[in-house]
């Protein structure tokens, strides 16, 4: 069983830029969900892809976008980077069947730093 | 979203119970007690979760009270990789799997 990958594992970008991180959910799931995690903070519902479908979304500007693709991996879109968008970024699987029992199943982050 | 209140920080001493606790007054009929670890440069990793009973699995224990307002994360035999700040998350039916983060406790164990 493949556990959730993500990439790049770093990455340095200027203000203003834009970037995109990608997740590779774990085999048989669904559902993926990006968190945000400031450092010494706990991590920040970003929002939820199912089906290539958002599915909720937290308290995020819409230069926050994603994709979720027919083999479920799932990209974050960030558009006019801003220094304070400097985080780790977090993709997390589950399976949408089991509801707000689930299990989320989260990558090792992609650590975003703007300069 | 129903809020949870945990300490802090917590230490303990390796091969020793831990019992992290939660507080959750406002929790409703339909939300799972869900939490999660998370060890220095990880993503956060599933402990355990329940809903009404007490659950128990490879990792942890969940204790939760009869009344559903506080529960308690059990490590039976703490060990220095269980050094990890810890997560009570409520997670509920509208929540469509949304996991709402706090603050944790930070858990450090002494050899």
């Known amino acids: 069983e493949t556990g959730v990958t993500q990439s790049p594992t770093h990455l340095i970008k200027t203000r203003g830029q834009q970037v995109t991180l990608r997740c590779s959910s774990q085999s048989g799931h669904n559902t993926v969900s990006w968190y945000q995690q400031a450092l010494g903070q706990g991590p920040q519902f970003i929002f939820q892809?199912?089906?290539?479908?958002?599915?909720g979304r937290g308290n995020f500007p819409p230069r926050f976008s994603g994709l979720q693709f027919p083999n479920y991996s799932s990209e974050l879109n960030v558009n006019a980077l801003e220094l304070d968008d400097s985080a780790l970024y977090l993709c997390?699987?589950?399976?949408?069947?089991?509801?707000?029992?689930?299990?989320?199943?989260f990558g090792p982050g992609t650590r975003l730093t703007v300069l | 979203d129903a809020k949870t209140t945990q300490p802090n920080s917590m230490e303990s001493n390796e091969e020793e119970p831990v019992h992290l606790p939660c507080n959750h007054s406002t929790i409703s009929g339909t939300d799972y007690i869900h939490w999660y670890r998370q060890l220095p440069s990880q993503g956060p990793e599933y402990v355990i979760h329940g809903l009404t009973s007490n659950v128990n699995n490879r990792m942890a224990s969940l204790a939760i009270a009869e009344d559903r307002k506080s529960s308690t994360l059990i490590l039976h035999r703490a060990t220095l990789r269980d050094a990890a700040v810890y997560y009570c998350?409520?997670?509920?039916?509208?929540?469509?799997?949304?996991?709402?983060f706090g603050q944790g406790t930070i858990l450090t164990v002494h050899p």
């Open positions: 997390a699987s589950s399976l949408a069947s089991r509801g707000p029992g689930n299990e989320q199943f």
């Open positions: 892809y199912y089906r290539e479908e958002e599915n």
């Open positions: 998350i409520l997670a509920g039916g509208t929540s469509y799997g949304k996991l709402t």
